[in-house]
Antibody, heavy 115, light 107 residues
Framework: EVRLVETGGGLSQPGGSLRLSCAVS????????MSWVRQTPLKGLEWVSF???????YYADSVTGRFTISRDTFRNMLFLQMNSLRDDDTAIYYC?????????WGQGTLVTVSS | DIRMTQSPSSVSASVGDRVTITCRAS??????LAWYQQKPGKAPRLLIY???SLLTGVPSRFSGSGSGTDFTLTISSLQPEDFATYYC?????????FGRGTKVEVK
């Protein structure tokens, strides 16, 4: 059974940092594309970043220079380091398998950026 | 960025009804389109990819069609578990973009 479990969400002040983790079982993060997608009531679903099996990385313009995606193939985990957080980064963040049409998703972790 | 426009934004329907949701892309995306179902408090669930391919395990009452800029998701006979919000998403180019969703509500 494939399972993705995100942790690390919470409250941050503007300008702060958070690191999201996604523990993966049932598939190998190093052999597939993995993505982060976020969702807000205002902007809907937004693709944040993905990393390919070969290590190629994509970031949405809105997070380029502030967010960093990475993975640990030994622990089979995906990460999203989020720096210089802004109010509009407030969202539920999902990790997911794939970069065309993700077929496995985690349950999401809520990130709130507020002073 | 490719803008994905869904219509209607909501639809009221009864169990057994045929429901059709439309998605229009601001530029051609070939057949690089997916449909998701999302229920409150849950992650999106992939239903259809490549415009018309049904993911394994998804009931056959769901179907997708279209190519280029105009796409359709059809639920042939609505079931109680189908009341949810449905999203289209293009995978033709970066950034990947989603529609704003169509909520299927109880009539």
């Amino acid at each position: 059974e494939v399972r993705l479990v995100e942790t690390g969400g919470g409250l941050s002040q503007p300008g702060g940092s958070l690191r999201l983790s996604c523990a993966v079982s049932g598939l190998t993060v190093g052999t597939t594309y993995m993505s982060w997608v976020r969702q807000t009531p205002l902007k809907g679903l937004e693709w944040v970043s993905f990393i390919s099996d070969g290590g190629d990385i994509y970031y949405a313009d809105s997070v380029t220079g502030r967010f960093t995606i990475s993975r640990d193939t030994f622990r089979n985990m995906l990460f999203l380091q989020m720096n210089s957080l802004r109010d509009d980064d407030t969202a539920i963040y999902y990790c997911a398998r794939g970069h065309w049409w993700p077929d496995y998703w985690g349950q999401g972790t809520l990130v709130t950026v507020s002073s | 960025d490719i803008r994905m426009t869904q219509s209607p934004s909501s639809v009221s329907a009864s169990v057994g009804d045929r429901v059709t949701i439309t998605c229009r892309a601001s530029q051609g995306v070939g057949n690089w389109l997916a449909w998701y179902q999302q229920k409150p408090g849950k992650a999106p669930r992939l239903l259809i990819y490549a415009a018309s391919s049904l993911l394994t395990g998804v009931p056959s009452r769901f179907s997708g069609s279209g190519s280029g800029t105009d796409f359709t998701l059809t639920i042939s006979s609505l079931q109680p578990e189908d009341f949810a919000t449905y999203y289209c998403q293009q995978a033709n180019s970066l950034p990947r973009t989603f529609g704003r969703g169509t909520k299927v509500e109880v009539k």
